[in-house]
């Protein structure tokens, strides 16, 4: 079965250290989304791509959190600097929008932030 | 805006027993409606889906039936397992291509 991969599994850095999480979409899907996943907060959509193109960052906070597409193959979510309240599970998700086939997830990247 | 609304757990159950998740939404126009599934330590899994109103989705043993005059999708098992303690998320694709909404997700947990 095809897979959505990201990388790192887990993360454990300091307050203030950059943090890069990267993510593979499955070959041919064309909309690619970012999810937060804490206990007090449930899912939370972060920043979303269709084509490549960022077509909703709103839920992301813009002063540390940024998100982009550089090919096809990679997205990236970045935070800098980091904080202790971005610990959380990060998602990636990706599908081919309107094929009715919903939309396959990585495995997350675990990130605290000490 | 589009939302999704589920019944609030943790639901319990023993083993055997029948399940039903409520699963409620609003939305513009005809969105694909989904619900996923995760276990403990992975990500979201789909389970079924179904793209138009009537449609029903089942895997697993798990069904959903796709009630627009109801805008419903709940998720209903006849007899369910200790391995099908999960979290399990309802979820629309609305039909302009934009967000995949969420709902708060249903703890359930299954006892021997």
């Known amino acids: 079965d095809a897979r959505v991969t990201q990388t790192p599994r887990h993360k454990v850095t300091e307050m203030g250290q950059e943090v890069t999480m990267r993510c593979q979409p499955i070959?041919?899907?064309?909309?690619v989304f970012w999810y937060r996943q804490t206990m007090m907060q449930g899912l939370e959509l972060l920043a979303y791509?269709?084509?490549?193109?960022?077509?909703?960052d709103s839920g992301m906070p813009k002063d540390r959190f940024s998100a982009e597409m550089p090919d096809a193959t990679l997205a990236t979510l970045k935070i800098q600097p980091s904080e202790p309240r971005d610990s959380a599970v990060y998602f990636c998700?990706?599908?081919?929008?309107?094929?009715?086939?919903?939309?396959?997830f990585g495995s997350g990247t675990r990130l605290t932030v000490v | 805006g589009n939302s999704v609304t589920q019944m609030e757990g943790p639901v319990t159950l023993s083993e055997e027993a029948f399940l039903t998740i409520n699963c409620t939404y609003t939305a513009t126009g005809y969105p694909s409606l989904f619900w996923y599934v995760q276990y403990p330590g992975e990500g979201l899994q789909l389970l079924l889906k179904?793209?138009?109103?009537?449609d029903k989705g089942s895997n697993k043993g798990f069904e959903a039936t796709y009630r627009k005059e109801t805008t419903s999708f709940h998720l209903e098992k006849g007899s369910v397992q200790v391995s099908d303690s999960a979290v399990y998320f309802c979820?629309?694709?609305?039909?302009?291509?934009?967000?995949?909404?969420f709902g708060a997700g249903t703890i359930l947990r299954v006892k021997s």
């Open positions: 998700a990706s599908g081919l929008v309107q094929s009715g086939y919903g939309y396959t």
């Open positions: 979820a629309l694709d609305d039909a302009y291509g934009n967000k995949l909404v």
């Open positions: 070959l041919g899907h064309n909309t």
């Open positions: 179904a793209t138009k109103a009537d």
């Open positions: 791509f269709r084509n490549r193109a960022p077509l909703d």
